[in-house]
């Protein structure tokens, strides 16, 4: 097998894993080479290879129920940034790419002037949160407060995580990828990929 076949391969085995539990992509990654029997120092596939397999698997498999997941997972995500508008959130991670389903969490990214204060907010409105250390976009630690939301259309509880950066990490942020398209995405945009959905 080439080095092209063998990244495959754990691309698209990582990719079943992403859809059908729910795990994050670099764990996938791991498990799959794992699951593959490969050398723990096999090349692994880069994210927009695995996102490339993510996206096939869905439309294979999941082609009939994922549109709907992905819809009020969105709706959901915007529930939030409205409720944390003063902290200008941007959604990132599946929920924005559009390859999330109903195993998947939502991550947005507040970008505040004080770090406590969009933790204040949620004290003062009786939100119950759980902190912890992630790493961030920009491979630093950053704090994360995950919250247990009702998805209503989904009848599940979705991890909602707000990861906490400083309002100068804006800078940078809105980079495009190396498909040209934004990483992360505001109120604004997220109302406008609802939009053309429910044009669809």
């Given amino acids: ?6 990244t495959a391969e754990i691309a698209q085995t990582a990719a079943r894993m992403v859809v059908e539990e729910g795990l ?3 764990p996938a990654k791991q498990r799959a080479v794992r699951q593959l029997g490969l050398p723990a120092r096999t090349a692994l596939p880069d994210n927009d290879q695995l996102e490339a397999a993510i996206r096939e698997y869905i439309e294979l498999f999941c082609g009939d129920t994922q549109p709907q997941e992905l ?4 709706e ?3 529930v939030w940034m409205d409720r944390l508008q003063e902290f200008r959130p941007y959604l990132a991670g ?3 790419r559009g390859t999330a389903t109903r195993l998947s969490d939502i991550y947005l990214q507040l970008f505040c002037d004080d770090p406590k204060s969009a933790e204040i907010a949620l004290i003062n409105n009786h939100v119950q949160y759980e902190p912890s250390t992630v790493t961030g976009f920009q491979g630093k630690p950053v704090e994360a407060l995950s919250i247990h939301a009702l998805c209503q259309p989904l009848g599940e509880t979705v991890g909602v995580h707000l990861m906490i950066y400083d309002r100068d990490d804006m800078r940078g942020a809105m980079k495009p990828d190396s498909g040209g398209r934004s990483p992360r995405g ?3 945009a997220l109302r406008k990929l609802l939009e053309e959905e429910s044009d669809d």
Avoid: F, I, P, Q
């Avoid at 097998?1 to 063998?6: G, I, K, P």
């Avoid at 819809?71 to 969105?74: G, I, K, M, P, W």
């Fill in 186 to 188: 505001d109120a604004k």
């Fill in 94 to 96: 599946a929920v924005w």
């Fill in 71 to 74: 819809h009020a997972l969105r």
């Fill in 24 to 26: 994050e992509w670099g």
């Fill in 76 to 78: 959901l995500a915007l």
């Fill in 1 to 6: 097998m080439s080095l092209d076949d063998v």
